[in-house]
């Protein structure tokens, strides 16, 4: 069932800060995507998923960090 649904375990990956985690596990409920898509990672136990930013937030807007990938694009 792994195979074509999130798990807890992907979904952890997906929100991870490490750099196997970063731009993985991108399907909300079918992770069959990623697997055919190439972006699969797998959790691996032996480095724990740290989660939070990979970059601080220099602000206390609270809309700021939802634009804020937007405006350094521009």
């Known amino acids: 069932i792994d195979l074509v649904f999130n798990t807890p375990s992907a979904h952890r990956v997906h929100h991870g800060r490490n750099p196997y985690c ?13 697997r055919l898509f190439g972006t699969f990672t797998d959790e691996r136990p032996e480095e724990p998923v740290v989660y939070g930013l990979v970059t601080p937030v220099n602000s ?15």
């Open 22 to 34: 970063i731009d993985r596990n991108y399907g909300g409920t079918l992770i069959i995507w990623d």
């Open 60 to 74: 206390f807007n609270q809309f700021y960090p939802q634009v804020s990938e937007i405006y350094h694009l521009i």
